[in-house]
């Protein structure tokens, strides 16, 4: 089975830019959940989407959003690219939405460069 | 709240020794906690997770952790290390809203 994919792998952008994330779960996957990654800050949580809804949102401004489509991929949006949004964004995908059994399987990433 | 620490940032071990990574955890409830491996410019992969039982658990790569309600602790061990089990290792609680340890990293010496 095809693990978690991400696209693009690579992007750079710069100031004020705005750029688009995308997110194929793993077949069979309902929720999905997006993470950034900064040497600074570490693994944070951005939200979670299962079945087309955000469930979960974590601590980051408006400008980062996301949605789901009902084959389960998602997108994440970055709107007014700021140098600090500079970071290695991850998805998870999992079969279930909460509880125990919940197991994220991550993809590779997509490294965004903002300058 | 729940949170996780990783109290080593580097860990530096020679091929072939045994190796014990700390994570100790804040958690309100019975915790879900997971280690994750993560290779340089690569998304992380499961090594194993705990959710109830037996608090002994087996992983991939010949990785094990052992849960310790007492101590609020899941480290990750290995009786032997290999070269290329050098990498960045995370321990991670939650199921709704992951929270991740800052990592540690591993170095393998020849």
């Known amino acids: 089975k095809a693990g978690v994919t991400q696209t693009p792998r690579y992007l750079i952008k710069t100031r004020g830019q705005q750029v688009t994330l995308s997110c194929s779960p793993i077949s069979g996957h309902r929720s999905v959940s997006w993470y950034q990654q900064t040497p600074g800050q570490g693994l944070q949580f951005l939200f979670e989407?299962?079945?087309?809804?955000?469930?979960n949102k974590g601590n980051f401004p408006g400008r980062f959003s996301g949605r789901q489509f009902s084959n389960s991929r998602s997108e994440m949006n970055v709107s007014t690219l700021e140098l600090g949004d500079s970071a290695l964004y991850l998805c998870?995908?999992?079969?279930?939405?909460?509880?125990?059994?919940?197991?994220?399987?991550f993809g590779p990433g997509t490294r965004l460069l903002v300058l | 709240a729940q949170s996780v620490t990783q109290p080593d940032i580097h860990i530096t071990v020679s091929e072939g020794a045994s190796l014990e990574l700390r994570c100790n955890y804040s958690?309100?409830?019975?915790?879900?906690l997971f280690w994750y491996v993560q290779s340089p410019g690569q998304g992380l992969q499961l090594l194993l997770k705990y959710f109830s039982g037996d608090t002994l658990v087996q992983g991939i790569k010949g990785f094990e952790a052992e849960f310790k309600r007492s101590q609020s602790s899941f480290n990750l061990r290995k009786p032997s290390v290999h070269w290329s089990d050098a990498a960045e290792y995370f321990c991670a609680v939650g199921s709704n809203d992951m929270r991740f340890g800052a990592g540690t990293r591993l170095t393998v010496k020849p």
């Open positions: 958690y309100g409830a019975t915790p879900y």
């Open positions: 998870a995908s999992s079969l279930v939405g909460t509880g125990i059994g919940k197991t994220q399987y």
């Open positions: 989407y299962f079945s087309e809804t955000q469930r």
